[in-house]
């Protein structure tokens, strides 16, 4: 077996991550009341690399969470709303006939940015959905036969309402896969409700956009240092393990459990677990991954890439309460 050397990053290193995981943070939570499970899988995502799909009903700040990570970062941002008549051009782009030169020109679409926020993707067609598996996968898109590669850093954060499903397109399991991460955003509690209208009383909602607290080169910064967090070959084999359950249920979950798995992750699936366990310890401050950093991302990997029997939407057994009965089934190291 040969694998790349990584040089694990040292104290120096580790301190100048915290300081500006901890600026972006701030930021977040200078906007954004609670939704401290969204701040971690944002921020997950961007150290890692990874896309992310949010499911959750309207009104629970995620236009505003992405928007604030984007200036915060210094970084550009695009809100695209998603409906079944957008066609694939008018998120990548074309080419437009310009009289000046008697000639094509290609116009960039607004994919073309650091962070980009497709709201409510179920509402655009397959095509349109297919159409951004490039951009997403190979970090380019094509336009008449050339490619345009994506900015440096890129994330795709798309949404997803679950309660109404009139006139969507559900999303494929191939689209589902690119995701690297699914959160599932819940009500605040009444608490952070009443902190929300005591921040716009204060005129916090109304103010200018604040000023970028990080620069680009400080992200690239951050995802060099997390892809060179130290994961252990016992731990690799772990994750490979839990993986593996998933696909063949029947050999570690009982039965009841087991007949309800119709398809299990794929191989994205192990690589996006390595990823975000990686990114998890550099946010809890290490320099190496431990087995609880994998089980903190368990539920954001798997919630949508194990495929259910319909049995199991009727009895309402939930894709998390599976991945609780795979994480027991396999001994952590």
């Known amino acids: 077996m040969t694998t790349a050397r990584r040089v694990q990053p040292d104290m120096q290193q580790m301190e100048g991550a915290r300081r500006i995981v901890h600026a972006i943070s701030q930021a977040f939570a200078a906007k954004v009341v609670g939704q401290d499970n969204l701040r971690e899988t944002l921020l997950i995502g961007l150290l890692a690399g990874g896309h992310i799909l949010l499911e959750s009903v309207p009104g629970l700040a995620k236009t505003t969470a992405a928007r604030v990570v984007a200036e915060s970062i210094s970084g550009g941002f695009q809100r695209i709303q998603c409906t079944p008549d957008l066609l694939p051009s008018d998120i990548m782009g074309t080419q437009i006939y310009d009289q000046n030169t008697n000639s094509f020109v290609t116009q960039l679409g607004p994919v073309h940015t650091n962070i980009v926020l497709l709201d409510e993707i179920n509402r655009s067609s397959a095509k349109t959905q297919s159409a951004m598996l490039e951009?997403?996968?190979?970090?380019?898109?094509?336009?008449?036969?050339?490619?345009?590669?994506?900015?440096?850093?890129?994330?795709?954060?798309?949404t997803q309402n679950p309660v109404?499903?009139?006139?969507?397109?559900?999303?494929?399991?191939?689209?589902?896969?690119?995701?690297?991460?699914?959160?599932?955003?819940?009500?605040?509690?009444p608490q952070e409700e009443a902190e929300v209208l005591f921040r716009m009383d204060a005129g916090v909602y109304n103010r200018t956009a604040p000023r970028p607290v990080i620069s680009l080169d400080d992200v690239r910064y951050l995802q060099q240092t997390t892809a060179n967090i130290h994961l252990d070959p016992v731990l690799v084999h772990y994750i490979a393990q839990l993986v593996y359950v998933t696909r063949h249920p029947a050999q570690a979950l009982p039965p009841q459990l087991a007949r309800l798995i119709e398809y299990g992750a794929s191989p994205r699936a192990t690589i996006a677990f390595a990823k975000a366990a990686r990114a998890a310890a550099l946010l809890a401050g290490r320099n190496h991954v431990l087995p609880e950093d994998i089980r903190r991302v368990a539920y954001r990997v798997l919630r949508h890439r194990l495929i259910l029997r319909f049995e199991a939407v009727t009895s309402g057994v939930t894709p998390e309460s599976i991945i609780d009965a795979v994480l027991q089934s396999v001994r952590v190291p």
């Open 164 to 189: 109404d499903q009139e006139g969507t397109y559900p999303l494929s399991e191939a689209q589902t896969d690119r995701f690297m991460l699914k959160e599932i955003l819940r009500y605040p509690s």
């Open 135 to 158: 951009a997403m996968e190979e970090r380019q898109v094509t336009i008449a036969g050339k490619s345009y590669p994506m900015p440096e850093p890129f994330l795709v954060i798309a």
